[in-house]
């Protein structure tokens, strides 16, 4: 959609970057975990391309291997990098015994290990969509071992 004062105001300050979500504490952890699942655009550009995302590691090879189309748009090249570093951290979240969601005082969605650790899967999605590196199979790699 081209809206011309949003066309100038994007030049000044660049795309917008990262997810913040607020709760008003009475969550679980289940509904935070399902609603950072969604990933929407990430999940339909994964199936336009024959890749289907299962919240497994191997899902996360089989993104890594598709064609970054995305870095043309700028506004899409955000989105698919919250989306990606939301993915990545629902599977560390599936798959990473004691790994879970948190939400740091600004709202921002953080995944905490076991060991305390805490890992901005958002940024690392931003990196990822933009550049490829680091790899989010490979990112995992280094989170599930920790």
């Known amino acids: 959609m081209n809206i011309p004062f949003l066309d100038a105001w994007r030049k000044r300050r660049g795309p917008a970057r990262g997810v913040a979500v607020f709760s008003d504490g ?22 336009r391309e024959g890749v289907a995302l299962d919240d497994s590691a191997a899902s996360l090879e089989a993104l890594d291997q598709l064609v970054p189309r995305w870095r043309d748009d700028e ?35 953080v995944v905490r290990l076991a060991s ?27 989170v599930a071992e920790t």
């Open 26 to 47: 009475e969550d679980s952890g289940e509904g935070l975990a399902e609603l950072l699942s969604e990933c929407e655009l990430l999940r339909s550009r994964a199936a």
């Open 75 to 109: 506004e899409e090249l955000s989105w698919l990098g919250n989306d990606a570093g939301l993915y990545l951290g629902t599977v560390i979240v599936r798959t990473v015994p004691g790994a879970k969601w948190e939400l740091r005082a600004n709202g921002q969605p």
């Open 116 to 142: 305390g650790r805490e890992f901005d899967v958002v940024e690392s999605g931003h990196e990822w969509a933009a550049s490829g590196v680091p790899e989010l199979s490979q990112l995992y790699a280094e």
